[in-house]
């Protein structure tokens, strides 16, 4: 269900902050974003230039700019805060990384504090340590990790940041790509053992929207992010269901925006108007249900 170019929604980046204010919002909340050490990112946007070898797809990163335009991006278009995501792909990093990240949120006043996690024998004092040193949104990426999230080594994770109700956002599903560890089904092992943990699944599940919705359904503190869900480049290979917007007006207040800005191959108004198309499309949801999304819900999880 591609927005249609007449359809509602910012046009473009220059409209969203006007569009954002006429839905009575104080500005964006945005789970899903990412900014990394700069070596990194340079290995990041290298990895989408070869896109066509990786996905079979031509992926131009839309916002590949210096730190500070990127940051001047988001405020342009009305994010009051965001969750920078960090995620590592090999034992060692990830203490690093949850440096990294503290640090960057201590100069951003829009960034909230993260971390992330890998199966490792560090792992319980590391994820301990930021959520002491105020983390309050966690990362882990089970695809580009390589690792299975009902790892051993991470069930005291999950344990802890259940209890202290840090949300993770865990990128769980096989999309864009099939790891040896997606699929939800495998996240759920770690659900059935945490019930309680505050799950966010990225990209609604891609492309598994069923068994994410089902997920949400039966845990109530599992939640779904909007990131590249329902925007014209994602459905031409992993297209939400057609009753996607029916579906969700029965789980409104359990989707937050997210983006993946700056990695994305479109702009940020994009992603909002995807948004707002579901919005649009089911009487049940509607205004409210753009105010939960884009700004409420997320602000919620996000302890602000
Ligand atoms: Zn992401």
Known sequence: MPPEDDGPGPRTDDEVAGWVRSLGLPGLVDIHVHFLPERMLT??????????????????????????????????????????????HKPGMAAWLNGWARDFADGVPEAVPTATVYPEPSAQRDVAAAVAAGARCVKAHVQVGAYDPADEALDAVWGLLAEAGVPVVVHCGHGPLRGAHTGLDVFERV??????????????????????LSLVQRYDRVYLDTTMVGVPFTEEFMPVPGDWPRRLAGIADRVVL?????????????????????????????????RAVLHDTPARLLGM
Request: aromatic share 14%.
């Open 43 to 88: 290995k990041v946007w290298e990895y989408f230039d070869r896109a066509e070898d990786h996905y079979g797809l031509r992926w131009p990163v839309r916002y590949r700019l210096p730190e500070p335009e990127r940051l001047d991006a988001l405020r342009s278009v009305g994010v009051r805060a965001f969750a920078p995501l960090v995620y590592p």
């Open 191 to 212: 659900l059935r053992r945490h019930p309680r943990l505050v799950a966010v699944l990225a990209h609604a599940g891609m492309p598994e929207y069923d068994l994410a």
């Open 258 to 290: 997210g983006t993946d800005f700056p990695n994305i191959p479109y702009t940020y108004a994009t992603q909002l108007r995807a948004v707002a198309a579901w919005a649009e499309a089911d009487p049940g949801l509607g205004e409210p249900f753009l």
